[in-house]
């Protein structure tokens, strides 16, 4: 049940609102986003067209360094970086379109320098990846739960990779 100023809240809200058939059919649609747009004035993103002048989009970047690096890393795996690149770069083509020719070998060197700079940087900073995509919790755990100062939260989710740094590395030996 409502408490009494929670229904003269809402009262004043619909009488505030003027409503037109295609809101009310909105909000019959679906209450949540009728709320997120009417009350919070959330709307939904307009579609957003590629640049002919470049081919992938920054989380199109992100997601095949990523990609490429999580191959990498994973314990036990064998290849170089630069296979693993090569043979993703080619899933990429097949997944994305290009819009013009011309920019491939500007796209992959870009990519590759990105990677690089990667796998340098781990390797120069004394790193070790000791897993890639952890996932939390374990399994048959509703959630992890984590302690930041006063609270205590619920998570779940996974870490895109764990390192061992040098120094700690000493510790442990």
Same mark, same amino acid.
């Given at each position: 049940t409502a408490t009494l100023q929670d229904q003269k809240l809402r009262k004043e809200l619909l009488e505030e609102m003027l409503l037109s058939p295609s809101a009310l059919e909105s909000a019959l649609k679906c +209450?949540?986003?009728?709320?997120?747009e009417k009350f919070l004035h959330i709307r939904t993103p307009q579609a957003?067209? !590629?640049n002919n002048m470049?081919?992938?989009?920054?989380?199109?970047?992100?997601?095949?360094?990523?990609? %490429?690096?999580?191959a990498y890393y994973t314990p036990g795996q064998t290849e170089s970086w630069e296979a693993i690149f090569e043979r993703e770069f080619e899933k990429l083509e097949q997944e994305v379109p290009l819009p013009r020719r011309r920019l491939k070998a500007e796209a992959k060197e870009t990519l590759r320098g990105m990677v690089q700079r990667a796998v340098e940087w781990t390797a120069n900073s004394g790193r070790? %990846? %000791?897993?890639?995509?952890?996932?939390? +919790?374990?399994e048959g755990q509703e959630s992890l739960p984590m302690t930041f100062g006063q609270w205590t939260l619920k998570m779940r989710g996974s870490i895109d !990779?764990?390192?061992?740094?040098?120094?700690?590395?000493?510790?442990?030996?």
């Open positions: +209450p949540y986003a009728f709320y997120l957003v067209e !590629r470049q081919w992938l989009a920054a989380n199109e970047i992100g997601t095949f360094c990523h990609g %490429v690096l999580e070790t %990846v %000791v897993m890639t995509e952890k996932h939390f +919790p374990e !990779r764990v390192d061992q740094l040098k120094a700690e590395a000493a510790k442990l030996a």
